[in-house]
């Protein structure tokens, strides 16, 4: 049942893309700009406010990232005004999810999606760590005890991440190999399939957006989620990909803080893939 929710819901993000970053999102936006030249919306998930200055933090963020591309659009039809004509404008939309609290760490997902009239809209995803005690964003850096790029620590996750990856590639059937898919493993896909190896590099900084993934252990997380946007880890066609990789596969180079967090399992309900 998670597999095949998990495909549904990265078929239904793919879909929507043209539409809208996040097409379940009933929360109505905090930020809607619309002009000639372009529409932006913004919209911040309310749970966030339970956080003392992330909802303000993300709204702050958002605000500057909306005034950005309203220049950009109108400077855009000021020097290329054809391809604004019969009412074409540019659409940028980003929001802000909660993804999991673990202690005092709140993991956030933020989407976007643009369209500037290209072959079609893209989406990007990225993520944010919070500290509820500092109130301010930070690294999974410090869980680990050391994160020194192509180091022991990023080459083991790195390697993780693409063998996640690929067992979900072998899911859908997005094979970009030339070798049958039942001659394939996840560990033998991950070899292969240049997206993947050049998409997800032992670097602590260009791994990938990473969020805290919930347990079935209250105040602990049950591992890593990786985030990756269309044409991260494959061709735009197959869409972003959401892959788990439990805190048990990387435990031994946790940090003291690492393993105060990290514990149990991941929970039947977590959506996530």
Known sequence: MRIRNAVLLATL???GAANSVHAETKTKPQ??????????TLTVDPALRKFPRLFESSLAEGRRWAERNRAEAAKAMRDEPEFFRSGRRWTFERSYTLRSVVGRYVSVVRHDGTNTGGAHPNSYVDTIL??????RRVSVRPFFRETADNGPTMTALAQLARVAVAAEK?????INVD?????LTPESLAEQDRFIADGVPPSLGKIGPITLAPSTEAGKSAGLTFHYSPYAVGPYAEGPYTVFVPWTA???YLSPRGLAIFGGQRPESDSVP
């Open 179 to 183: 070798v049958p898919k039942d001659k």
């Open 250 to 252: 990387f435990q031994k």
């Open 31 to 40: 930020v809607s700009i619309s002009t000639k030249a372009v529409e932006v």
């Open 13 to 15: 993000v793919v879909v």
């Open 130 to 135: 919070w500290d509820r005690n500092t109130r």
């Open 170 to 174: 072998l899911k859908r059937g997005a």
